[in-house]
């Protein structure tokens, strides 16, 4: 029972130039890389300005291109699963003329970076600019792991983000005994979209009752000591940011020194937390969870991202895979997509 690869990088490559060749009769001038992303440990802590520990993975997101002099911006994406029309013609933004999000939906990403991309420099100020675009214009507003993790990744590590300094430490994950197992519950409920950012209004609320900037600067007892100063819902959700952030701190550790036992522990904790306090996972994720665990091998398991469906994240030694996929695909309600990764780089141009 083998988990779904995506075609190798050349693949890819060669059916990009192919589209690009068809649509535009000339060969692509430029080319580059993006990769999927997901998180270890440390989920709804980016836009609390906490710690959170993603590696980038190998599925990847090929992009490319030619300039042209006339000043419009031609986009042609092969994806099966992005809404129509799936090609586009529109104008560069000009200092009178910005660039706005409409349909199709899978363009505004990409008008997004176009419109902010201009205030980029370094690669922080880079990942802000995607950030910037991803709230503008897909609507949603993320905190900045995903960016980060895209830009910064490396093979064979996870990377520790701290989103409060924006400094960022690699951490060895290349141990050919473990693996990093993702499951897609393919359910995605439509909650998360107005769930997210309510989480995140709450959090800023609880923090301001409580006179700090953001639930980073809060320790676990000051939160116990302000439980008047917060409503219930508020104060569960906060008591997830504040006990996550310093998991995530743990976790770090373990895994630098080679503790997949304490890791995964880590990550249960997390899991329930995100179940019980920041209450944004659903029966499918918990079912998928309580599977993996229930496997010889496996560390820990836990759901990944926003919630509300989606992904979970599982460790566990490389030898149990195959048997953790057949036991997780025989005891989940639903359709079950699994992808095995390792870390890997971030966001690449690429030679032609
Ligand atoms: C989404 C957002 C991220 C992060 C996660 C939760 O994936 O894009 O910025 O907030 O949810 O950890």
Redesign the pocket.
């Known amino acids: 029972m083998a988990a779904s690869i995506q075609p190798q990088v050349g693949e890819l490559l060669a059916e990009a130039r192919r589209a690009f060749r068809e649509e535009f009769g000339a060969e692509p001038e430029l080319a580059v890389s993006a990769p999927g992303r997901v998180?270890l440990i440390g989920?709804?802590?980016?836009?609390n300005q906490g710690l959170v520990l993603p590696m980038a993975l190998e599925l990847l997101t090929i992009l490319v291109g030619s300039p042209r002099e006339d000043g419009l911006v031609s986009l042609l994406t092969t994806s099966a699963d992005a809404d129509e029309p799936q090609r586009l013609q529109f104008p560069l933004p000009t200092a009178q003329r910005s660039l706005e999000p409409g349909t199709p939906r899978w363009a505004n990403y990409v008008k997004g970076v176009i419109q902010h991309y201009p205030d980029a420099g370094a690669v922080v100020a880079r990942a802000r600019v995607c950030q910037q675009a991803e709230h503008s214009f897909a609507g949603?507003p993320?905190?900045i792991?995903?960016q980060l993790v895209a830009l910064l990744g490396q093979k064979g590590h996870a990377l520790l983000i701290d989103c409060r300094s924006l400094e960022t430490s690699l951490v060895p994950l290349s141990d050919p005994k473990v693996a990093v197992l993702i499951t897609n519950s393919n359910i995605r409920h439509s909650l998360g979209s107005s769930e997210y950012p309510l989480r995140r209004r709450q959090c800023e609320e609880v923090a301001r009752a409580l006179g700090k900037e953001s639930l980073r600067e809060v320790q676990l007892e000051e939160l116990e000591a302000g439980r008047e100063l917060v409503s219930k819902e508020g104060f569960r959700r906060a008591r997830h940011v504040v006990g996550e952030i310093q998991r995530t701190a743990q976790a770090a550790a373990a895994l630098s020194r080679g503790d997949y036992r304490a890791f995964g522990r880590l990550m249960v904790e997390s899991h329930h937390s995100l179940r019980d306090d920041y209450e944004v996972s659903c029966p499918e994720l918990d079912q998928l969870v309580e599977a993996a665990l229930s496997v010889p091998g496996v560390y820990g398991s836990r759901m990944t991202?926003?919630g509300f469906g989606g992904c979970t994240v599982t460790l566990l030694e490389a030898s149990a895979a195959s048997r953790a996929m057949q036991h997780i695909r025989g005891h989940y309600s639903g359709t079950a997509t699994f992808y095995l990764s390792q870390p890997a780089d971030g966001a690449k141009v690429l030679h032609l």
């Open positions: 998180n989920e709804h802590t980016d836009y949603v993320c905190g792991m995903d991202g926003g």
